[in-house]
């Protein structure tokens, strides 16, 4: 999935010259952690609410929050920007925020801000792919590590005329074994659980009994 | 008048059927019957046929294009392979047979009926066992359900009442199909204590999940740990339902009585005994005349041990519902007459014994995690606050 698929288009954003205090009033009104900051349709810099709340003076001093009027936020913005491309991978985009340690990525597209994903997003975007708002049976088999396993188990599910919402494979519990976690469309998931096992191959149960 | 109960049913229930090795047996209904008519629990003054739904009915709560569909798959003659005809049809849960959109209209309507009779006042209680298909949706049949007649019964309860309705539903799945038809909807309050998702169909029933826009804090969920026994189980409907009927009032509750939490049932991994379903109705019943006037619709649900389940949960939940004493035991003349068929040995009391079935071993930790998960739901529900 790209990143175009995942993003939200409409950004809210705000001016170098906007003021500190209504940097923060946007940010709470609209429950953003982030606001791109962007002059001429061009991203020049991007501020979190966390940036805006460490410019905040200590409630304690009463006489300084006036200054937060006057300061534009272009004072305390981060301008080294670390962006996506609406062609990224969504995965890569997953994989840039966790490396960098950052909460979201401006989306620019021919140097103009098209969208912004976020770490909600991203959530978003794998909870879909996990077929988990799809009606579905959740059934787990453990497999040798090696190739062939999923094109087997996927050939019991043909047999068997069972629809798959989705598929993951995970690296198993033990060395040489893999996970596939299957998402089936079907409230009757026995029948292939029997015939999983009866391949020679483990399904992981609910695991309470012992 | 008052006090009177009806019961619909018709033989024609018997044609919703997927086929011979489907888990969705009707055949369920007819042993169900006959355990009722040799208990001689079914005078006929209680008898109701029902009719089936009109078109305007079903498109209350489906798409025009999913009816359509169905009824076309309805005219395919029997044995051919289906097309591809999407909408959740033809599929292993829900193959497609002759005349299913005429088998599933009469089951919508004979839950239309029974709100009818309970709406208008004509009866306090009605019972339809057939219905209770809570998983359909509004475009897609799911989960072996076609057409959803809870949904279509609250539909017709909204627009004829105007009243506010309480939908209860204990069957081991999420009761997803009535949630998401209601889900923003204010005056229909959706209650729906399950096995948690993690390893059951349909997967949803999260305790997060409370509706939307107007509708936020009018669904309730509380999915349940697999494995959970009676007393957990009761613990948590005591918990939530006496304080949720008194704040939120409703006019009537409908009550789905899924008996697939029982340990025989072999499509979930919850440890109920028959207690529960003699539990459940009790409770109910009560709560309906403390707040509701008496009105409440009762409809079945799953079920998937059809002998020694699902006659003796739902016979209990009628006895309750009509007012009727049970024995304890079951009568020789049903064991005599079934026994033979059945491939399994059939239970002879109503109440499991205690000892029934080994204590399960995290026992304590279930019990901790459901308590949890009910101090969840209710905390996060405003209107309860
Ligand atoms: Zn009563
Ligand atoms: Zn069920």
Redesign the interface.
């Known amino acids: 999935m790209l990143v175009e698929q995942a993003m939200t288009r409409d950004v809210i954003c705000v001016s170098p010259d906007t003021s500190i205090e209504e940097a923060l009033a946007i940010t709470t009104a609209n429950r953003i952690r982030h606001l791109p900051v962007v002059c001429n349709e061009q991203l020049v810099g991007i501020i979190s609410d966390r940036d805006l709340r460490n410019a905040m003076p200590s409630c304690l001093v009463q006489e300084q929050t006036a200054a937060l009027k006057d300061t534009p936020v272009s004072s305390i913005m981060k301008s080294d920007v670390i962006t996506a491309h609406p062609l990224d991978f969504v995965e890569d985009a997953a994989n840039f925020l966790y490396q960098k340690r950052i909460g979201c990525l401006p989306v620019v597209s021919c140097g103009k801000l098209v969208g912004i994903i976020t770490e909600r997003d991203i959530l978003h975007t794998l909870v879909e792919m996990m077929g ?7 059934v787990e088999v453990q497999v040798p590590d090696r190739p062939g396993m999923l094109a087997e188990i996927a050939d019991l599910l043909r047999a ?4 798959v919402a989705s598929v993951m494979v995970f690296p198993g519990p033990t060395e040489g074994q893999k996970t596939i976690v299957f ?1 089936l ?6 029948r292939f659980v029997y015939d999983v096992q009866n391949a020679g191959y483990q399904v992981v ?2 695991p ?3 | 008048m008052k006090n009177q109960v009806a019961f619909v049913y018709s033989q024609s229930f018997l044609r919703y059927k997927f086929g011979e090795d489907h ?1 969705f047996n009707p055949k369920r209904l007819q042993i169900t019957w006959d355990l009722m008519q040799k208990l001689g629990l079914l005078d006929a003054s209680y008898l109701v046929e029902p009719r089936p739904a009109s078109l305007d009915e079903l498109l209350r709560v489906h798409h025009p294009d999913f009816v359509h569909a169905v009824q076309k798959a309805s005219q395919l003659p029997p044995d051919t392979d289906p097309p591809v005809i999407g909408f ?1 049809l033809g ?3 829900t193959p497609i047979f002759p005349n299913m959109h005429e088998a599933s209209s009469l089951i919508v309507g004979g839950t239309i009926l029974a709100a009818e009779l309970v709406m208008s006042g004509q009866v306090e209680h009605a019972l339809n066992l057939a219905g209770g298909l809570h ?1 359909a ?1 509004h475009k897609e049949a ?3 359900c076609v057409y959803n007649d809870i949904g279509a019964a609250i539909a017709y309860i909204r627009e004829r009442y105007n009243a506010r309705v309480l939908y209860l539903d204990t069957d081991a ?1 999420h009761g ?1 199909g009535v949630q998401w038809l209601f889900y923003d909807d204010p005056d229909v309050l959706t209650i729906s204590f399950h096995e948690t ?8 029933g999260d305790v997060e999940e409370r509706g939307d826009g107007r509708g936020y804090g009018y669904s309730l969920n509380i999915p349940l ?3 959970t026994e009676d007393d957990s189980w009761i613990a948590a409907l005591e918990s939530v339902l006496p304080h949720v009927f008194h704040k939120f009032k409703p006019d009537v509750v409908i009550s789905q009585n899924g008996c697939d939490a029982h340990q025989y049932d ?2 979930t ?1 919850l440890s109920a005994t028959t207690r529960l379903y003699r539990e459940i109705p009790k409770m109910v019943h009560q709560l309906a005349h403390e707040v509701c006037e008496g009105r409440w619709i009762a409809v079945g649900g799953g079920g998937y041990d059809i002998w020694r389940v699902v006659p003796r949960a739902w016979t209990m939940l009628w006895a309750e519902l009509s007012g009727q004493p049970l024995p304890d035991e079951l009568p020789q003349s049903w064991l005599d007459r079934w026994q033979p068929e059945a491939p399994v040995a059939l239970p002879t009391t109503f109440v499991d014994p205690p000892d029934l079935f080994p204590p ?3 026992r304590a930790e ?1 019990e901790e995690k459901n308590r949890i998960t009910v101090r969840r739901a209710l905390l996060g529900t405003p209107f309860l606050l």
């Open positions: 988990v708002s799809s009606p579905t049976s959740r068997r005329k069972i629809n998402r469309k079907t409230m009757d998931p026995r149960q609910p309470v009994i012992g | 888990p959740g599929t292993e849960d998983h949706r799911s989960g072996f799945h997803d998702g993690k390893y059951l169909y349909p997967g949803t740990e697999p494995f072999p499509l991994h399960i071993p995290r279930i």
